[in-house]
């Protein structure tokens, strides 16, 4: 295998300077480097990585940047809370949210690396911009707000959530808002508004942002769009703009399930005859209406000269696909299902044996990987692989 170890990003260490609680499961970490070196650049939607201590040795997580990019001074992460999900009470809560919410305390040194991801602003274009958030995804997409208050292009900024009581950082929208004279404008959807909400009257509309919402507040124009949130708000955001004359290509994303992109679960969704009732088992529909399902790939491990690659555990053997992304979304397309979280290259989470043959990454991880080990979510075969999957 082609050693990794060169490409292994650094992480430094930054002290907590500040904690702030933004609403009743949100959280900011306002971070400086100990080094007296400059922060890293950013770019307004990146991310940055922690390692965060467990029993088991430390882990990576990532975290998007909330403040402005061209704060030279300090980074602020916005970090929600994540329980153990609803379906499965027994499993384990957020390892890195947890950790942040409940033991990270002002004065805390903390290794962080580099920021990453393509999820980013352009700022090339000159075409007025949607920001739609739902809940905790406006932290990406808060930073590009900031850029964007330093611009002339039109903002409408959409924040979707449960209610007031986890609507973080709702002044700081306003007073970009106020301070853009009418430039940047704001709109904050409640699905369950309280009481307290009704009476204060803290938000725009109830239920969720439909076409209706989206047709009042914007005029016709050629638009650039961000989404971030959870996989349904995703989804449905994504057929909204496409159903309002918003370009496919001007939609922008981030999104971390599934192989299968934003746009094959928004066709899914639209689909009317026995469609799942929940995007994840979305995924799974397509897996099964995939022409390189994985009675096909087993037997087209039999003819062609691309790459063989073997899954030693589940018995499935089949040629490589330039049309596969990665090692990962060949298992996911094999109808396999190993452990991811990033797809990114940083949380380890997908890393396996390589019992034979050799990779080379098209995505720096950012831990060196041993010899005998691969991340499977950043990584192509050169040849002929076996992996302990």
């Not at 009581?165 to 409640?190: C, P, Q």
């Amino acid at each position: 295998m082609k050693e990794a170890g060169e490409m292994a990003m650094e992480f430094r260490p930054f002290r907590v300077r500040k904690k702030q609680i933004e609403c009743d499961n949100i959280v900011s970490l306002f971070l400086q480097p100990t080094d007296s070196k400059p922060l890293w650049p950013a770019a307004p939607g990146q991310y940055l990585t922690l390692k965060v201590p467990t029993n088991d040795g430390p882990v990576n997580r990532t975290y998007s940047l909330s403040s402005d990019c061209d704060d030279q001074h300090i980074y602020r992460i916005t970090v929600k809370r994540e329980p153990a999900p609803v379906d499965s009470p027994s499993a384990r809560a957020g390892i890195g949210s947890t950790w942040i919410h409940d033991h990270v305390k002002v004065g805390d040194d903390l290794q962080v690396a580099p920021p990453r991801g393509s999820f980013v602003l352009d700022q090339t274009s000159d075409r007025p911009v949607i920001l739609l958030a739902g809940g905790v995804g406006l932290t990406p997409l808060l930073s590009m707000l900031h850029a964007l208050a330093k611009t002339n292009r039109n903002v409408w900024f959409f924040h979707a959530c449960k209610n007031g009581s986890e609507h973080a950082l709702r002044e700081e929208v306003e007073k970009l808002s106020r301070a853009s004279k009418g430039r940047i404008r704001s709109h904050f959807t409640y699905s369950s508004p309280t009481k307290m909400d009704q009476e204060t009257m803290g938000f725009y509309s109830a239920g969720r942002i439909n076409q209706d919402t989206l047709q009042r507040e914007l005029p016709l124009d050629c638009y650039d769009a961000y989404i971030c949130g959870p996989t349904p708000f995703m989804v449905a955001m994504y057929n909204l703009l496409v159903d309002l004359g918003v370009s496919p290509p001007n939609i922008a994303y981030e999104f971390f399930g599934k192989a299968h992109s934003l746009e094959e679960l928004a066709t899914a969704a639209r689909q009317p005859i026995a469609r799942p009732t929940n995007v994840a088992r979305l995924g799974a529909t397509l897996a099964a209406k995939n022409p390189n399902n994985s009675r096909q790939l087993e037997s087209s491990a039999l003819q062609g000269e691309e790459p063989l690659v073997t899954f030693a555990k589940s018995g499935k053997s089949i040629r490589w696909n330039d049309a596969n992304s990665s090692l990962l979304e060949a298992a996911e397309n094999a109808g396999l299902t190993p452990e991811f979280s990033c797809r990114e290259g940083i949380c380890n989470t997908c890393s396996c044996a390589l019992l034979s043959g050799e990779v080379e990454y098209f995505e720096e991880p950012l831990d060196a990987q041993k010899p005998d080990k691969v991340l499977i979510c950043c990584s192509r075969p050169t040849g002929d692989v076996v992996l302990d999957i």
